[in-house]
């Protein structure tokens, strides 16, 4: 079959790789892709919120599957949009995608659903939340964006003058525009996050292996939020036990909330959860694969995506027996530009990439790239997701890393102590 893969970071290359690599896929196109998807698949340059283009591109080139990356289409409504054209797409509709879009009506779900979260304030006015947290005593909170805001909408404060700063810039300088039309300040909770994501369609969960992401900036997870800095799996801190109880006390509860609210969720449905003293405790939902959790997982999955995905598309999971899993660890290093999460410039060549991927068992996917004169050029925050396996993770670490020093371009960085939790 030809299948269709929205977005262009690095979640989408990862996507991409594996799809291809399905005896059933005929031809993978990516729209609009970047420099790496253009090496494994073929680019389409259709911006991701130009549904009309796609479907139109998806008719004209007889697609049987598309597959959604990010979130902004999914919260916007494409699959909605190629399904009243009874075309067949993976992802949430634009009433179930409000899982993500909006924080509020998660965290209100995971309350009705008597799901296991953190205790939290709802404020569509700024001087009401900051009189709120000036009278309560000074403590840690996380102050969130209800909105989509590129994975950096949360902010997490140690003192009351932190939280009131972060309410001032989220919704009253709304630097995060629309997405801070309303706040959300939540007590902080303590312990380790875990990434555990599922495929569903509906009725039927298929529990993927847990992963985890960094989402800080800088070593031992200091400095701003990110859109993530890195990810391993699997993750020592989920064993069968705890992950049969993520599944019975959240994924599903979840599920059976959405079908009954009739918002039924079919796609990929992302706990970011804090494993604390009582338990683990939902700090959010997201609507599809993670990034940069789903490299490493894709570089792990044996069992072919495209049934997985097309069967869930179908509505028809149930026929998806166990999937199998390489049960070597994979390790994933972003490599970021000088500046990001703030400013950071465009353009740079980047230098190395084909030593990096004659390493064993190394693959490189590209997220902020773009091709010019045929040289693969910075164009993103997150440039590189440099992904290995190894027979332990401080294997796959070393490889990862091993590989990263092969790539060079004016101001890449990246942190140097990715899946370490794992290892203490």
């Keep these: 079959m030809n299948v269709l893969i929205i977005g262009g970071g690095g979640r989408e290359h990862a996507l991409a790789w594996k799809i291809a ?79 993500e879009a909006s924080k509020v009506f998660c965290k209100d779900l995971l309350r009705g659903a008597d799901v296991p979260t953190a205790d939290y304030h709802t404020f569509r006015d700024p001087a009401r939340a900051i009189r709120f947290l000036r009278e309560r005593e000074d403590v840690p909170v996380v102050v969130k964006a209800e909105g989509l805001a590129a994975g950096k909408g949360v902010v997490v404060c140690e003192k009351r003058e932190q939280a009131v700063e972060a309410v001032e810039q989220i919704a009253q300088e709304k630097i995060f525009g629309e997405a801070g039309n309303r706040v959300i300040i939540e007590e902080r909770l303590h312990g380790q996050e875990v990434s555990v994501l599922a495929i569903t369609d509906g009725r039927t969960i298929v529990t993927l292996q847990p992963a985890q992401d960094h989402k800080p900036a800088y070593d031992g997870d200091t400095g701003p939020n990110t859109g993530g800095m890195g990810a391993y799996s699997p993750t020592p801190l989920v064993g069968d036990e705890l992950m049969h109880w993520i599944e019975e006390h959240v994924l599903v509860p979840t599920v059976h909330a959405m079908k009954r609210m009739r918002r039924p969720f079919r796609g990929v449905l992302y706990a970011g959860l804090m494993i604390t003293n009582q338990g683990p405790k939902v700090l959010e939902y997201n609507a599809r694969f993670g990034d940069p959790e789903c490299q490493p997982l894709v570089m792990r999955l044996k069992t072919d995506l495209v049934d997985v995905l097309d069967a869930a598309a179908r509505g028809e999971l149930d026929q998806i027996g166990p999937l199998e899993w390489d049960p070597r660890p994979a390790v994933c290093v972003v490599m970021a530009s000088e500046g990001y999460p703030g400013k950071y410039s465009k353009g740079h060549p980047i230098r190395g990439l084909d030593e990096a991927a004659a390493l064993t068992d190394v693959k490189v996917f590209h997220a902020g790239t773009s091709l010019r004169d045929k040289q693969a050029v910075t164009s993103g925050g997150r440039v590189l997701g440099v992904t290995a396996l190894g027979d332990s993770i401080s294997k796959a670490k070393l490889q990862a890393y091993t590989a990263v020093k092969k790539i060079r371009w004016d101001g890449a960085w990246c942190r140097k102590d990715i899946s370490d939790k794992a290892m203490r």
């Design 21 to 99: 690599q399905s005896p059933r896929t005929r031809h993978v196109f990516v729209a609009p892709g970047n420099a790496g998807t253009a090496a494994d698949a073929e680019n389409i340059d259709i911006p991701e919120n130009d549904f009309a283009a796609l479907i139109r591109f998806a008719k004209e080139t007889k697609v049987e599957l598309t597959v959604v990356g990010p979130e902004a289409p999914l919260a916007a409504g494409i699959v909605d949009a190629f399904e009243k054209e009874k075309l067949r797409i993976f992802g949430p509709t634009k009433a179930a995608a409000e899982l």
